[in-house]
Every structure is written in C-alpha cells, then in structure tokens.
C-alpha cells in the first residue's frame, strides 16, 4: 500500500467488483450529454479522468423519461437507441481501468419545462414552470421507466447506475412534507413518503440483477423547511440499503436553499460529520461530499471514519491528474478547485458548456490540446497575473524558452488581493499551483522587474499582461483624505475608521464590503462558526437540519453604493450572487442603487438616491471601488515598433474582466504560439 494517504488510496471490495480508491467523481453536468454528437468530447473528458487515476465516476444526469428531463431535450436513457452514444463513454473508461456509472436524474419540479411533473402541484421558488401531480399510474410509469434506464445503462457497458434522491429533485420531493401533500399510498407519513424512491431502488435492483453497482444520493441536509428529520433520513437510508443500494452517496442541501454548499465561503468538508452520523446506522459505504478538494482534507474525512469514499466532482475537473499526484505524494503540483462556480456551475446555469476556471480545458479535450512545438522560439511575457501565469507555463510546456516579468515582488496580480477577502482564502492555492508550474515547466521568472520596450529587445514574440489600473474617482473632493483605493485597503496601509462608503458595486465592491464587515478570523476557517451564522444545525438534529441564524454583529456600518438603478449585486456569479448578497445583508450593510455622487467633505459622501433629496452619508472613508482601465501603454509601444506582440487579459480589455476569461486567453495564445 502506498505512503501518501493510506486511506484515501485504499480500494474498496464490493464484493463483486473492486474499486481502485476511494475517490468517486461526483456527478456533474457539463452540457456534453444532451447531444450525441458531443459524446466523442464526453468520452475523452472521462477517459482522462480515469487515466488520472479517478475510483469511480458518475456522469451528469440522464432523464429516465421525457417529463423528467432537466430542460427540453435534456440527457435522457430510455430507448434502446440512446445506448450506442454512450458505448464510446464506458469503453473509453475501461480502457484506463477506470468504472463509471450513469446517473438517473428525474428533475421532478426543478425540470426547467411545461411538462414537468411532482408529488404534489407545488411550484419551486426557483423555476417558473408549476408542476402536474404525479397520478398514481404516473409513478408506476416512473418506476418502470427508472428500472429500463438502468437496464439500458447496464447494456451500455456501465458499472452501475446513480439513483439521484437528493438536491430537491423528484425522489426528495416525494419523501419531505414540504413538497408532498399526497394522501394516497405515496404520501402521508414518512414511510409511505419514502415508498417511491425505495421502490425504484428495489425494481432498479431486480432488472440489473446483484453485479450492478446501484448508488443511492440520499439528502441527509434537505437545508429547507419542512425537510426531513433525522429519524426520518436513517430510516429512509436503511430501506434504501435493504432495497439493494450498494453504495450510499451524501446530498447536501436543495437547489432552493437559502444556505450556501459548495461556493468557496463554505468551509472545506464542512458537512462531512453528518456523512458520519449516519454511518452506525448503515452497512454499506457511505460517501461524503461537498468542498473536499485536496488530499489531505480527503484523507482526514476518512481516518476520522467519517466515510468510507469521498466525492468530488469540481476538482477533478479542475485537474484530471488530482489522484495520480496524490498517489505520487506530488501535492504542490494539483491544479486545485477554488470553489468559484464561475466556469462550471454559472456556465450549466446559462446553459453554456461547462470548463474551469483553473483549467480551461476542462470539457474541451479535444480541443484545447497543448503539443509540443517543433519551432521553439524565445518569448517574453510581461505580468505574471493570472493571463501571464498561464500564458507562460503553457508555453514553456510546449517547449519555448519563455521569461517572465512582473514589477512586483510575488507572482499572482490581483490574486493576492482577492486572497485576503475573508471566504477566498482558496485562492492562495492557484498562487501555490502556478508556483510550482514555473519551476517543473523552467520558466524564467523576473520578480521585481518593471520592464519597457527597451528591456524587451531580443524576444521573438512578447506577451503583454500587465492587467488593469483601478478607475479614479471624478468628483469633487476626489482628492479628499477621506478617499482611498481598495488595493490601498486591502493591503492594509490604510486602516478605515468604523463608518464606510464604498463607490462601485461590483465583484470588487462586495468582496471589500465583506472585507470591512469582518471581525478576526474568516467564517470559512471555522465550520462551527460558519453552521452558527447561516443557520445549520450543528447536531443535524432539526428538521430540514436548520436552526435561527445567528450572525456575528458588522465590525463596521458600510454603505454599498452603485449609480445604476436597481439593487447592487444583479451581475455577481448566477450561483454565488446570492450568497455575497445575504451576507452583506446579515451584517447590516447598506446595498444603494440608483446613487449620485456629488461630492466628499469633511463630512462625509453627499449623494442624492433615485433623483431624490441631497443626504450626507457621515463617512470615515470613501473607498472607490469603480472598476478598471486597462494598463496598455507597452503594448501600443512594441506594436508601434512593428514588433511581433500579444495582449491579453486586463490589458487587452478592462472591462467584464474575470480571472475565467485572463486564465483561457492565457493558455489559448500559448498553444497557438
Ligand atoms: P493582473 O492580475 O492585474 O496582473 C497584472 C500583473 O502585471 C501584475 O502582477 C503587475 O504587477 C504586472 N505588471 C504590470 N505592469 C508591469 C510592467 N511594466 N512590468 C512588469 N510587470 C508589470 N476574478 C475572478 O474571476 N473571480 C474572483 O472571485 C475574483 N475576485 C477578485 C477579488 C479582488 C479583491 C480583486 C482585486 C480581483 C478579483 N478578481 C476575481 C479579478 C481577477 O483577479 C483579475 O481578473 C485577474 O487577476 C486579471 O488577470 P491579469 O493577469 O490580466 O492581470
Ligand atoms: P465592475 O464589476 O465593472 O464594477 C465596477 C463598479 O463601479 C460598478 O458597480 C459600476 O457601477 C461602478 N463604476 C464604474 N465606473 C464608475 C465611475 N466612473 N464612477 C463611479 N462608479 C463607477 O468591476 P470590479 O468590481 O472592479 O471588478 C473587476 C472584475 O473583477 C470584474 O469584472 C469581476 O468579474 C471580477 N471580480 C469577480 C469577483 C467574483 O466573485 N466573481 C469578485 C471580484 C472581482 P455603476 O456604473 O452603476 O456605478
Ligand atoms: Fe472549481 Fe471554479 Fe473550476 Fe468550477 S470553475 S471547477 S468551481 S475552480
């Protein structure tokens, strides 16, 4: 057995089939399996993920039947001619020794579309579309349909299927009060609420027979009132287990909870003692979930027993490779999930094809292919933020000679700013991973140098990535000592007295205000803490598993102003949005739309709202958080000198920029260099 985390290596004996460790990759949508055209790209994405060494994989969700589907023409296995497309999935999973495993999602009343159905007509406070009640002969349809969608996934080479019974979607809603209102034999009390999702389970069973891994996503943390209480949950798991589930896997908290789960706040593994409560009760492996990115966080969730597998899904899409480096004890060398959302979760919510962040191949295989070149040519790349960072590693990888600059003392640009926020502190892991990308790919890197166009004679090609300038104020007493830059701010040369106006609701904005509203210690290093002030039960004991949120009182009354109308925070990430517009609002702070500036005095920020009366906002500090402008002057210069120049990142456009966008047109120029 290897050294390098024992437990999280160890295999699991199923009994009729082994798997390699104890990482499973949890089951993502990408946006590859709604098409059978896009199956090749599907295969490839996972065949690198079992080549990097993944226990078991589950896909996304595939619909049993139409009405379960998650929007129209969504993922579905249910006709015998489905099964071919994803033969060229489980083939090329098995020709790494990899196992995967088809996840059977029925939407129920989140299925974005009018044919949706539901234990009970209960419209969702997050989908627009109200459901039809589920008849009587609609759930023995639904049964038979779950039992042929395995079959069929069993006929395509999977090792087994995914019975998805959490996150609020049909098998939940049947088994919670909240959304079903049912007094036939499928509703009532909670053992016929359960009826129908152990009923899938058993004819599940019985149609694949006793060598099919059935996995069972049980929501032990509904994170909702009127969910389940625990009494429930065991009994629900203990049914689901006699059914024939051969592994049970950890839903936390509905799509409509009102409680962050897996957004980067959320400390890491921060519900995995639940994963623990439940296991005296059950005797197959139980998996834990949720904000587990690195191994020795995986590691400690199982040698402290609270699980016997972990599940992951962001970070390895983050990084094929994580289990193969855990494996070779090469830590410092895993492209680690921040837990942002942004190229994932946000892009299957706008309906794009989901990436990463930190990895822009991601669900690209095929596309974004970084080949070795046969011309190296010597480039020098300005900036090492995150456009810099990437451009150059890439490139070095491919073979160039590459030399890298940044005028300041440590690689990251803005990262090292956006790692102070409390709630980002992931961030300091792209710095550590890029770190070591330069070193493994020889990157020459110039820390402390400030460079120009003279400094840059000699290079083939240069890449110009030296980011943005912060937007200055243009206002009458702009120059106020009252008024501060944020950089200033959050490097903490400036200490800000306890009265705060911040101009400009952006990302930026937000991440100062929860900056300034924070007292000591960031509630995403302490889960206590963290359970406390949003309201979760730290026992799981309460229905639903939520308790009164008890918010720790603002270290600073803030005032969040933006000129455009409407509240601030609309633009923020489609799934993390909310959770910066809560916090701020549990800490009391002032969220203005609408806002006119007309000036800063001695006392304070007049401004007028809405076209309304002139009022002074009693201010210690003004801190302009208005956006940037784009630092391009070396490129406009080296282009002017005909030279052979690239921009990218801040530089090449300010605006909308995102470290999403700098890291991808980093690494697209790099592979075309
Ligand atoms: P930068 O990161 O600005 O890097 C430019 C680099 O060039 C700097 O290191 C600078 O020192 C160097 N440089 C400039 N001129 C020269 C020169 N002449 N010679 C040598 N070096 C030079 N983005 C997200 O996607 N998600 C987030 O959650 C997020 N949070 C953020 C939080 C904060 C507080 C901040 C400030 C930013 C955040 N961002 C976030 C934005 C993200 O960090 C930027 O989009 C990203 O850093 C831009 O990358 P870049 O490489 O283009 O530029
Ligand atoms: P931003 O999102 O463009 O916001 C700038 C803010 O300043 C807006 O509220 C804008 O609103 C205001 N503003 C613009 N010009 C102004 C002026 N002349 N005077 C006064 N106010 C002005 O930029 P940012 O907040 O600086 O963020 C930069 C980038 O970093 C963003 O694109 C963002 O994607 C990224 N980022 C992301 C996150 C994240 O969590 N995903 C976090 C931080 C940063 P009004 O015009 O309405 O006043
Ligand atoms: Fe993780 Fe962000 Fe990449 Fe999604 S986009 S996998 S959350 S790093």
């Known amino acids: 057995m290897t050294t390098h985390f024992p437990h999280l290596l160890a295999p699991l004996d199923l009994g009729f089939t082994q ?62 001619w489905h099964v071919r497309r994803h033969r060229q999935v489980t083939e090329a999973v098995h020709a790494h020794d990899g196992k995967i495993c088809l996840q059977l999602l029925h939407a129920g009343r989140y299925a974005y579309h009018p044919l949706s159905v539901a234990p009970s007509r209960l419209k969702a406070p997050i989908n627009p579309f109200t459901p039809r009640t589920l008849s009587a002969r609609g759930i023995e349809r639904t049964l038979r349909d779950f039992a042929t969608a395995a079959r069929l996934a069993q006929d395509a080479g999977y090792d087994g299927v995914e019975i998805m019974g959490s996150e609020g979607y049909l098998l939940n809603e049947f088994t919670v009060p909240r959304t079903n209102r049912r007094d036939d034999a499928w509703g009532g009390d909670a053992q016929r609420r359960m009826r129908f999702p152990v009923e899938i389970v058993q004819r599940v069973r019985e149609a694949c027979g006793p060598n099919f891994i059935v996995i069972y996503r049980l929501s032990l943390l509904d994170l909702v009132e009127d969910g389940n209480a625990w009494p429930d949950i065991v009994a629900q798991a203990k049914a689901v287990e006699a059914a024939g589930a051969t592994i049970l896997n950890s839903g936390i908290g509905w799509h409509e909870a009102r409680i962050p789960t897996i957004a980067t706040s959320v400390p890491r593994a921060a519900f995995t003692s ?108 300005v900036g090492a933020g995150p456009a810099g960072l990437a451009c150059a590693t890439v490139a070095a990888e491919r073979g160039h000679r590459v030399t890298l600059f940044d005028a300041a003392t440590e690689i990251g640009g803005q990262f090292n700013l956006a790692k102070r926020i409390p709630g980002k502190e992931e961030f300091h892991e792209p710095l550590r991973y890029f770190r070591h990308r330069i070193a493994e790919t020889g990157v020459d890197l110039r820390l402390g140098t400030r460079v120009d166009a003279a400094a840059l004679s000699g290079f083939d090609d240069v890449v110009i990535a030296t980011g943005v300038i912060p937007r200055a104020l243009d206002l ?198």
Request: proline share 6%.
């Open 274 to 381: 639940v994963t623990a409560k439940l296991r005296p009760h059950v005797s197959v492996p139980l998996v834990a979930s949720n904000r587990i990115n690195m191994p020795a966080v995986a590691e400690a969730v199982l040698a402290a027993g609270h699980a016997d597998m972990v599940s992951m899904a962001r970070p390895l899409l983050a990084d094929p490779q994580w289990v193969n480096k855990a494996r070779d004890g090469q830590v410092q060398a895993i492209n680690t999930c921040i837990a942002c959302n942004q190229a994932c979760l946000d892009h299957v919510f706008e309906n794009k094809r989901a990436s990463c962040l930190v990895n822009p191949r991601a669900c690209a295989e095929t596309e974004l292919v970084f080949t070795r070149t046969t011309a190296p040519k010597s480039i020098a790349v």
């Open 19 to 80: 798997l390699r460790n104890r990482v499973l990759m949890g089951s993502m949508h990408t946006g590859l399996e709604d098409r059978a055209a896009d199956f090749p790209k599907l295969a490839t994405y996972f065949a690198e993920r079992a080549a990097g060494g993944v226990g078991l994989m589950v896909t996304g969700g595939f619909a049993p039947n139409i009405v379960g589907w998650l929007k129209p023409f969504a993922g579905r296995l249910s006709l015998p």
């Open 476 to 673: 009458p007493g702009a120059d106020h000592a009252k008024v501060v830059r944020y950089i200033d701010v959050l490097e903490g040369r400036v200490q800000v007295g306890p009265r705060v106006a911040i101009i400009g609701a952006g990302g930026i904005g937000f991440d100062v205000a929860e900056f300034l509203v924070e007292t000591g210690d960031s509630p995403a290093l302490d889960p206590a803490r963290w359970m406390t002030e949003w309201g979760v039960d730290p026992a799981f004991d309460a229905p639903g598993g939520l308790v009164k949120a008890s918010p720790e009182p603002a270290a600073r009354q803030v005032w969040l102003l933006q000129r455009s109308p409407g509240r601030p925070g609309a633009r923020l990430g489609k799934t993390t949005g909310w959770i910066h517009r809560a916090t701020l609002k549990a800490k009391g702070v002032q969220m203005l739309g609408g806002v006119e500036y007309l000036g800063v005095d001695d006392d304070g920020l007049h401004i007028r709202v809405d076209g309304g009366a002139q009022q002074t906002l009693p201010v210690d500090h003004v801190v302009v958080c208005a956006g940037q402008e784009p630092r391009r002057e070396l490129f406009d210069v080296l282009q002017a000198q005909g030279r052979r120049v690239h921009v990218i990142g801040g530089a090449k456009l300010a605006a909308e920029l995102d470290a999403k966008r700098a890291i991808d047109e980093g690494s697209r120029l790099a592979a075309a260099l």
